[in-house]
């Protein structure tokens, strides 16, 4: 069975930066594909970004040049960082992991707020 468990959600002002992370236990990590989703409230949970087992990242349009993915293998944990943040960024952040055989794996999630 699978783990996931984010952390390092927060408060923080517009304009500034956080680093979240997943760290992973119980599977495969270095064989999985691991992306962050967000959900803010009251709409639909959105893909954000994806890294592969090689390492190859892709981002959603909204974050893209502003958040950058990556995992540590040795660590089993996976990273988002996130600048030049705005308001509508707020949400509950989640990671999930797709192992090989192509099951899914979801974190509880972390929350994320921006404001002052």
């Known amino acids: 069975q699978v783990q996931l468990v984010e952390s390092g959600g927060h408060l923080v002002q517009p304009g500034g930066s956080l680093i979240l992370s997943c760290a992973a236990s119980g599977g495969n990590f270095r064989g999985s594909v691991m992306a962050w989703y967000r959900q803010a409230p009251g709409k639909d949970r959105d893909w954000v970004a994806r890294i592969t087992t090689g390492g190859v990242t892709t981002y959603a349009d909204f974050v893209k040049d502003r958040f950058i993915i990556s995992r540590d293998n040795a660590k089993n944990t996976m990273y988002l960082q996130m600048n030049s943040l705005k308001p509508e960024d707020t949400a509950v952040y989640y990671c999930?992991?797709?192992?090989?055989?192509?099951?899914?794996?979801w974190g509880q999630g972390t929350v994320v707020t921006i404001g002052s």
């Open positions: 999930k992991a797709t192992l090989p055989e192509g099951t899914h794996y």
